[in-house]
């Protein structure tokens, strides 16, 4: 088989990495990728959004199938427009990825069906969400509606603190369009959980679980980042309350969906905060998650091109997925400055030198014959191990092993799941 994947970052090197354990794949292409993808795909000189370029390329080369990663061009419709060329693409149709695009629409469909998430109000204009903010007082959760690359959701401690993110988001735009609307939702207290799904309509196939770290400095202070490491399983949250997960939230919204006449087709990313009245939704994501992706698909253990195949042909409900009893955890390398501005093109090295983690490039080019700093989220530096605790410490003693100028990561990723 030939696979074209669109997007260049770490959940991307994540999917090709494993996509490429398939005795049935002969070619991989990726674009754009990026410095560690080149070294298992061909990286095609391609943005996500040029979905004309992207679909000749794969009728050019006869590819049998192309995988989605991002959630921008998913928003955008480019599953439809491949689709109506004929070319076999996983990942949902435009109005299924609705449910990432829009945290109002997200809502508003969990609200409609009674699904277990947090009150909320959403909003259009300045002056109304600032006198609801002011009502509820802190802590409080504002977000931005549409996608702004995993940074759009303020948590806020205080009612100042509130007060500026609303007046940043909904005024001075600096999340661009995504801000012309509001979700102000009730704070939740309690474990964040991960769980991705294969979904072909009403047939749900969980993922194992894992548990991201958003914030950028250790002990979960300061703003907000796509996430800065992760692990799997998450032990400290029972299997019980990780089945209820899945049957008070996840199938029901798969169901719903299905019901409101835009069936999703492809990962169901369901972001959960386990409270003490049990699992509710934060978020859905239409996509592989980032970092998630780089500890779930290492404990994968059934073909992943199977999964896909079965699910984009109505033939997920005959799958038998099986998954590794090890852990797995990622530590994420950031530039230094991140989730803020932050330099660009800095030598990176060690990469020669790992002895016990898988690395996944996520911001990474090459220069002169060099691998360098390409983005915010640098790295992710996964190891497996036969608890939590051995995969932690390989994974941080190859994160010793890697250097550039300014680099940045917590190091207290997974922690958590010690206690």
Known sequence: ???????????????????????SVKQ?????????????????????????????????????????????????????????????????????????????????????????????????????????????????VIKADGLAAGKGVIVARELAEAEQALKDIMLDQVFGKAGNRVVIEEFMEGQEMSILSFVDGNVVRPMVPSQDHKP??????????????????????????????????????????????????????AGLMITKDGPRTVEFNARFGDPETQVVLPRLKTDLVDIFLATINGRLDQMDIQWSDEAAVCVIMASGGYPGSYPKGLPISGLDQMQQSVVFHAGTAEKDGAIVTAGGRVLGVTALGKDIAEARAKAYEDVDRIYFEGKHYRTDIAKKALV
């Not at 599953?79 to 990942?91: N, Q, S």
């Open 1 to 23: 088989m030939k696979i074209l994947v669109i997007g260049g970052g770490g959940r991307e090197h994540a999917i090709i990495w494993s996509l490429k354990k398939s005795a």
């Open 28 to 140: 991989v292409y990726c674009a754009p990728g990026n410095a560690g993808i080149a070294q298992l795909a061909e990286c095609v000189p391609l943005q996500v959004n040029q979905f004309e370029e992207l679909s000749q390329f794969a009728l050019d080369h006869a590819v049998d199938l192309v995988v989605v990663g991002p959630d921008d061009p998913l928003a955008d419709g480019i599953v439809d427009h491949f689709e109506a060329k004929g070319i076999p693409t996983f990942g949902p149709r435009k109005n299924a990825a609705e449910i990432e695009g829009s945290k109002v629409f997200m809502k508003h469909l969990l609200k409609k069906y009674n699904i277990p998430t947090a009150a909320y109000e959403s909003f259009d204009s300045y002056e109304p969400a600032l006198a609801y903010l002011r009502k509820l007082g802190a802590p409080i």
């Open 216 to 269: 950028v400095f250790d002990g979960d202070k300061g703003l907000n980042t796509g996430g800065m490491g992760t692990y799997s399983p998450v032990p400290h949250i029972p299997q019980a309350i990780v089945d209820e997960a899945i049957e008070t939230i996840i199938k029901p919204t798969a169901e719903a969906m299905v019901k409101e006449g835009r069936p999703f087709r492809g990962i169901l990313f």
